[in-house]
C-alpha cells in the first residue's frame, strides 16, 4: 500500500488502469479532453501489480481500475468520475492541474 500511495502522490492527477480496460482509456481521454495530463501506471505491467490492486481494493475502489487520485487523494473509479463530470465538480477539481 506504501508504493501505491506514494505514486498516488506524486502528481496532481494520477490514474491506475490496466492495459486492456476500455473504461480506463475512456477516462484517461477524457482528463486530456479537459486539459488535464494524468500520470498513468498501468498495474498489469507492474512487478507488484496485484498488490496494488489489492491496496486499491482496501482503499474502497469498487472496481480495481480506473482508479483515479486527484491530489493525492481517491475520487473512485469510472462511475465517480463520470458522476463528478457529469455535476460540472470534476473540472473545479482539475483547475489548479490544467496545463
Known amino acids: 500500500m506504501d508504493k501505491l500511495m506514494r505514486l498516488a502522490s506524486e502528481k496532481g492527477v494520477v490514474i491506475f488502469t490496466k492495459s486492456s480496460c476500455c473504461l480506463c ?3 484517461n481521454i477524457l ?15 507492474e512487478p507488484e501489480g496485484r498488490e496494488m490492486e489489492k491496496a486499491l481494493f482496501r482503499l ?5 481500475v480506473p482508479a483515479v487520485f486527484i491530489g493525492g487523494k481517491l475520487m473512485g473509479s469510472t462511475n465517480e468520475i463520470m458522476s463528478l463530470h457529469l455535476s460540472g465538480s470534476l473540472t ?8
Open 25 to 27: 482509456y475512456a477516462v
Open 31 to 45: 482528463f486530456q479532453e479537459l486539459g488535464v495530463s494524468p500520470v498513468v501506471h498501468e498495474i498489469d505491467h
Open 60 to 64: 474502497g475502489c469498487t472496481a480495481p
Open 92 to 99: 473545479q477539481l482539475l483547475k489548479p492541474y490544467q496545463t
